[in-house]
């Protein structure tokens, strides 16, 4: 496999593990939801962009995929 699967998987599991830490030590608050939420949007596009690889896709597919993950997160955030 390449080194950058590898790579990615490691950084998927240290994103969970700290979103897993976030949710245990902090109350719920305003700062909990956006630091959750950051870091589950960076993992999508890991995902979308490494494993479903979007990033041979059309330039048109990347916008689109940024835009609606930005959408939703900001829609949740606020």
């Known amino acids: 496999m390449k ?3 590898f790579i990615t998987y490691g950084l998927l599991i240290v994103l969970t593990a700290s979103t897993a ?5 902090m109350s719920v608050s ?4 956006v630091l959750i ?3 589950s949007g960076l993992k999508f596009l890991l ?10 896709a059309n330039s048109f597919w990347k916008v689109s995929v940024i835009t609606v993950l930005a959408l939703i997160v900001l829609g949740i955030i606020l």
């Open 21 to 25: 830490f976030i949710s245990n030590t």
């Open 3 to 5: 080194k950058t699967l």
């Open 47 to 56: 995902v979308s962009f490494e494993f479903m690889e979007l990033k041979k």
């Open 37 to 39: 939420m950051g870091l």
């Open 30 to 33: 305003g700062l909990a939801i």
